[in-house]
């Protein structure tokens, strides 16, 4: 199996394929990081220039018609919001901004918290969004399986029937592969071990993530009170057939400590707590 690695989505995204020619390789692989650099561009929190960054400066109440990645992302996140009642919430950035998790985005008042009652936006037609009251999303919670979906595609085109794309716990496979979970208290060693066909996985855990706050340790997940999440010492893994609902559920299940929600059940999915 040929490799190669490059850091993308502010982690390491791996490319692995197996009977492949190495200029074929060399080939496919740019291709598959182009797309994840297109995601990046569109959807990255940190650049000021970013599709996201775009809508994070806008007033509640103005309209935008999103590009395909970010409509494809919050189309799902839209849904996860209502079917989680409000455990996943793209719209918890300026929480993250205020603990230290984000840096404060430039020339953009930092919303006001406030009880939230819907994910923070709406389809006014099939092609325009409007912010439905003053938020930041921060898509990390689910940007990076996404981007994994579209580097996986960039493969499928191309007849690939054996790799991996693993950007830093969120991986998704072709064939039949396996996969190593880490234990949450102790990072260095293996916990578990998978083996997928054709499927996705993502992790959610505390052991890099978490930092000290003014309230003490905390970890980059908000609650429905809109308080950071206290690490617990576990790990949440999700299985599903795709990256980006895998990246999400992860949430779902960390928030409510339930590695049965009914939402795994409805996406098709299943979750581990280690």
Known sequence: MMRRAQPWLGTLVEISISDIAEADFVRLSDAVFAAIAAVQRDLSFHDANSEL???????????????????????????????????????IAAQLVRHGFLPALPQAAMPPLTPVSDCGWRWMDAQ???????????????????????ALGVLQQAGVQNAIVNAGGDARCLGKQTFYLRHPQQPAQIAYQ????????????????????????????VNRQGQLAVPDGHSVTVVADSAMVADALTKVVALSGDAQHPLLAEMQAQAFII
Do not use: M
């Open 53 to 91: 960054s775009q809508w994070n400066r806008l007033a509640a109440g103005a309209s935008h018609r999103p590009g395909p990645h970010l409509a494809a992302v919050l189309q799902l996140a839209g849904l996860l919001f209502e079917r989680s009642q409000g455990l996943f919430d793209a719209s």
């Open 128 to 150: 325009t969004l409007q912010k439905t009251r003053a938020h930041w999303l921060d898509l990390g919670g689910i940007a990076k399986g996404y981007a994994v979906d579209c």
């Open 194 to 221: 998978l083996s997928l066909s054709d499927q996705a996985l993502a992790t959610s855990a505390a052991y890099f993530s978490a930092r000290a706050t003014e309230d003490g340790w905390r970890q980059p997940l």
